[in-house]
């Protein structure tokens, strides 16, 4: 057992140095090669040479993780990033190149792995298969053994996903609710002021940034934990953002189809039923109900004779797509499944069985870049996770635009896009404690975006009825609100008071009311004045938000005019933000 194997501490007497570690290396070398030879300078090599091919240098100039510098000088952290080294050695630069070994012992260019995430770097629990996910999840398993708070760094990094998956779910809704799929033409407008606002409120400002070197690094072992937690979660990111921009949508049906399919959404069809659809496309029965499925399948369009093969096909077909739909959406089709969703998966396999679409699967070191979605049907076990993924999402879009809202799933995507971009920089971030600073301040925001305009005013009445309650007696029917379009930010307040968890609405709305009534009550000429409120929004016990609404009342009109609603950032956390790379979300004047 090596003195720098990853499970073990470090001990004052214990020599740390450079030589210790290629000595040990060396040692080992020749103790598991009888008869075979090999100096200190061969491996010196491995991490450290003149064309930047070893370790350390590839760390740095691959990962930007500079693990020199984070080990500092002191014994402890240069005996860690001994140990990892020695642990990363193993996996990349011990053993011969896979297509010349002769057994499972090859080297795995780990870095240039980690530098390209992709979900073919991971065990998916989508499927069994995975390019590199045995020597990724060797590689995490053995660093989160040595993390002392592992455990609870998952957390934190899962709930910041959680976080976000919410609002991804959110902007669904946009498309496939009843009031959107009634007036699409409101949901649009929704959506593309959503979409303005996280493309050049949120993602402009977080852009050109070197995250990196803004955040300090915390110790080695929990540095490059962060690292690896990180990427697990960018896999899926970067995988898909890609396939948004890869995967074209079909084009919308005429509106009779769309009246004609909705009908579908009332049933569902037990599985004996595609045998009742089966034999009616080979003409061996008249069955109604098989008729209705096929005339929902076929766009309501006679079948080619030549089209009835992949027809069959993808009744052959339903359950094994049908199980990655129950995997990734957590769905039961065991007692039946609804016919729209029937449908949508047979339409899906018929287009992708005759026009043989592809996606791309970039992953490090794959040079046939392009992977067929049939061939995930065709061979299940070995289906990648990216192509599961690309099903996904193509029977998600299908249904959208099956539904009418073909322009509500564009937008939906450009959303998507975005979200997963300003996720991708947020995780860019090596301080655990800072990622989650920027993720507080950016998920606010990006949140209470997603609310509606519609609700939002809803609130904003609710809040003028509120204020009008604690007004005096012959104040109650004169005040009237108003809000001027340069004080329309205003609404940004009452989406404040929609997920604040400590009942300041009321409060605020007493405030304003005690402020009315005092003004009112004094007998001076003044007419009008600019007043404000300051308060504070919690969003859970401990995390809150400070907060300043500044009105005008015009005694001569009866009128409040709202003028500003702005966050107040207390000097700490504003040092930070502008120290974090986020100077563009602090307000100055």
Not at 366 to 381: D, E, F, G, I, Q
């Amino acid at each position: 057992m090596g003195k720098f194997d990853i499970g073990n501490t470090y001990h004052e007497d214990c020599p740390v140095s450079w030589h210790s570690l290629y000595m040990e290396l060396v040692n080992e070398f020749e103790f598991s090669h009888p008869g075979e030879f090999i100096d200190e300078d061969t491996i010196r090599d491995k991490f450290t040479n003149s064309d930047g091919s070893g370790l350390v240098d590839k760390l740095k100039s691959v990962l930007n993780f500079d693990i020199r510098t984070i080990a500092g000088t002191d014994n402890a952290e240069r005996f860690n990033m001994f140990k990892v080294l020695k642990l990363l050695f193993y996996i990349e630069k011990c053993g011969d190149p896979k297509t010349k070994a002769t057994c499972d012992n090859y080297r795995v260019q780990i870095t240039d792995i980690l530098a390209k995430p992709r979900l073919s770097n991971m065990i998916s629990k989508y499927t069994p298969f995975s390019v590199y996910g045995e020597h990724f999840g060797k590689l995490y398993t053995s660093i989160k053994s040595v993390v002392a708070d592992a455990d609870q760094r998952e957390l934190r990094l899962e709930k910041i996903n959680s976080y976000w998956e919410y609002i991804t779910d959110k902007i669904f809704d946009y498309v496939m609710n009843d009031s959107a799929l009634e007036h699409p033409e409101n949901a649009l407008k929704e959506l593309e002021r959503i979409h303005c606002f996280l493309k050049t409120k949120v993602l402009e400002r977080l852009k050109n940034h070197d995250v990196i070197h803004l955040s300090k690094p915390e110790k080695v072992l929990p540095s490059f934990f962060n690292l690896l937690a990180c990427h697990k979660l960018l896999c899926n990111e970067n995988d898909r953002i890609r396939l948004n921009y890869e995967i074209c949508l079909n084009p919308p049906p005429d509106s009779d189809y769309i009246k004609f399919f909705k009908k579908s959404e009332k049933y569902k069809a037990e599985w004996d039923y595609l045998s009742l659809v089966k034999a009616r496309l080979k003409n061996k029965n008249n069955d109604p109900a098989a008729e209705f499925a096929i005339a929902l399948i076929s766009y309501g369009n006679d079948i080619d004779h030549a089209d009835i093969k992949h027809y069959l096909y993808a009744v052959d077909k339903v359950k094994t797509v049908a199980a990655w739909i129950e995997k990734y959406k957590g769905s039961d089709f065991s007692d039946g499944i609804p016919l729209d969703m029937l449908v949508i998966i047979i339409q899906e396999l018929i287009d992708n069985k005759k026009n043989g679409d592809k996606i791309s699967n970039d992953y490090y070191g794959y040079n046939n870049k392009y992977r067929s979605l049939m061939a995930a049907v065709k061979k299940p076990s070995m289906a990648d996770a990216v192509v599961l993924q690309a099903w996904i999402k193509k029977l998600e879009n299908r249904t959208a635009v099956n539904f009418g809202a073909f322009d509500l799933i564009q937008k939906k995507r450009e959303i998507e896009t975005t979200i997963y971009e300003i996720k991708s920089i947020i995780y860019s971030y090596r301080n655990l404690d800072d990622l989650e600073f920027v993720n507080s301040v950016i998920y606010h925001l990006a949140s209470r975006s997603i609310m509606s305009r519609s609700l939002a005013m809803n609130i904003g009445d609710r809040f003028a009825e509120k204020v009008i309650y604690y007004l005096n007696e012959k104040l109650k029917n004169k005040i009237k609100f108003y809000m001027w379009p340069e004080g329309i930010n205003v609404l940004d307040m009452f989406r404040e008071f929609f997920i604040d968890r400590s009942g300041i609405e009321q409060c605020v709305a007493a405030e304003v009311a005690r402020q009315i009534n005092e003004f009112y009550e004094k007998d001076d000429c003044t007419t009008g004045r600019s007043m404000r409120v300051d308060f504070e929004v919690y969003f859970s016990e401990k995390y809150c938000k400070d907060f300043m609404l500044i009105y005008f009342l015009n005694k001569s009109t009866d009128t409040l005019t709202y003028q500003q609603f702005y966050e107040v950032c207390s000097d700490t956390d504003a040092e930070r933000m502008q120290a974090l790379g986020l100077e563009k979300f602090v307000k100055t004047k």
